[in-house]
């Protein structure tokens, strides 16, 4: 595989951001005249192309004495490629010094077999403070064979419970509080009451953005329910657990507590008037919502920054109420343990990382902070929900396992037995029976095609 450079011209070429542009142009004033020796950085990139559009102004200015060699990604991907096996194998053969993703199951793949270097010492070292960082968000990086910190993630994704007070004081219902079940949360949805007319009805709970099939996962899988077998070569959905997330999610459909936005299977398409459509909560037509800040942006962009809302974690697993699976750290900056450049791979970790850089993201983008001092309140509202759990690993990740053509077809077939369900063609139990049955036909095939490509 070719290595390709990029040099310090061409990474400078894209616009510098003020608040990095400043400091860095004083402290340019005092430097002498000789350029510093050029010091090797080799990261694997998707191409030479895109790495400046992410990185080029961070650094052509933080690191103007840095040589930036990228390794190139780009046919990593293709049918008949296992897109982890294959990348690790160029990590032990290029032997790359610093290493950025945005996959955090990567990250705990590379750590696991023995890919990365670990931080603690280098932080010990050069005096980096790791007890700014979110307690959460270093658990999750050090929940790997070794328990140790082979990364470090700036941002983090996380979720809550968004509900509208108003309404939940107009009906007389009891707000919601953190680490409820979904039993709890959707005892709440249904105690608002159900309006015959669709254009004055308050849904108790409303997902947007999500699939029929997307709801019933979340509710299953956070009590710890899984659709295949570890391996990915079996359905599992036939069991108590599967049963009880559909019949949940089919009889709010049903009930109209729950907004079935899915017509013979037919989804939605989401442009710019559907989002804002779809938007129940911003408008005040569902009293509850599980979203990340994304919706806090949402309900600016919508001109409904005055709702009264507050947040709750999300529902939980009532066995494990301090753990989520919606919470994330990403990217994962890391050192290869054959690094041959530590100290300029580290510097790079430590900068991304740094409260400098967290400033300046919180200007320019609306993310989540793996940072304790940033992680407060947001225009005034707590973050403190965000920040309550932690990330719940999970045992089986036969998700990465499965066939690439097998996941659309299984949802689409899901999909179609709820809506079968919810028209009253079908009990649950016949659907979830067809779901097994049916989808693992599916599955098969989409080995046995999976299977052809690669001999």
């Known amino acids: 595989m070719k290595l390709k450079s990029i040099t310090r011209r061409r990474l400078a070429g894209a616009s510098l951001t003020a608040a990095l542009a400043l400091p860095i142009a004083l402290s340019a004033c005092s430097k002498a005249a000789d350029e510093p020796e050029k010091k090797v950085l080799r990261i694997p990139f998707y191409d030479e192309e895109s790495f400046p559009r992410s990185y080029g102004d961070y650094f052509a200015i933080k690191f103007p004495d840095v040589e930036v060699q990228i390794i190139p990604t780009k046919d990593l991907f293709g049918p008949g490629k296992n897109y982890y096996e294959v990348y690790e194998k160029l990590i032990r053969e290029q032997k790359p010094d610093l290493l950025i993703t945005y996959d955090s199951s990567q990250y705990m793949k590379w750590a696991n077999a023995g890919l990365l270097l670990d931080l603690e010492p280098l932080a010990r070292k050069s005096k980096y403070d790791l007890g700014s960082f979110s307690p959460a968000a270093i658990a999750q990086l050090k929940a790997n064979d070794e328990g140790k910190l082979f990364g470090l993630a700036p941002e983090l994704t996380s979720y809550a419970l968004y509900y509208n007070k108003d309404l939940f004081d107009r009906y007389g219902v009891p707000y919601p509080t953190n680490r409820m079940s979904w039993e709890e949360t959707m005892r709440l949805a249904r105690q608002f009451p159900i309006d015959p007319d669709p254009d004055k009805r308050i849904y108790g709970i409303h997902e947007k953005y999500w699939t029929p099939f997307d709801i019933v996962y979340d509710i299953a899988s956070t009590d710890g329910a899984e659709f295949l077998s570890p391996d990915g070569k079996q359905m599992t959905i036939r069991t108590p657990l599967w049963t009880k997330a559909f019949r949940h999610v089919v009889d709010g459909f049903k009930a109209g507590s729950l907004y079935y936005y899915y017509k013979d299977g037919k989804p939605i398409q989401y442009g710019p008037d559907e989002t804002k459509q779809m938007d129940l909560f911003s408008s005040s037509k569902a009293a509850m919502m599980i979203s990340d800040t994304e919706q806090m942006f949402r309900m600016k962009q919508w001109g409904q920054a005055e709702l009264n809302w507050d947040i709750v974690t999300v529902p939980v697993d009532p066995a494990n109420p301090e753990l989520t699976r919606r919470f994330n750290v990403a990217p994962v900056y890391a050192v290869s343990v054959n690094a041959e450049h530590v100290e300029t791979a580290w510097k790079v970790v430590q900068y991304f990382n740094s409260e400098e850089a967290a400033k300046v993201k919180q200007?320019?983008?609306?993310?989540?902070?793996?940072?304790?001092?940033?992680?407060?309140?947001?225009?005034?509202?707590?973050?403190?929900?965000?920040?309550?759990?932690?990330?719940?690993?999970?045992?089986?990740?036969?998700?990465?396992?499965?066939?690439?053509s097998f996941y659309q077809t299984f949802q689409t077939l899901t999909i179609r037995e709820i809506d079968e369900a919810v028209k009253g063609r079908k009990t649950v139990e016949e659907a979830v029976n067809t779901l097994q049955t049916e989808g693992q036909v599916l599955l098969d095939k989409g080995w046995t095609q999976h299977n052809a490509m690669i001999k």
């Open 363 to 404: 200007k320019t983008a609306n993310v989540l902070s793996t940072r304790t001092a940033f992680a407060k309140t947001k225009d005034g509202r707590s973050l403190e929900p965000f920040y309550l759990l932690k990330q719940k690993q999970q045992a089986d990740l036969s998700y990465l396992n499965m066939p690439g």
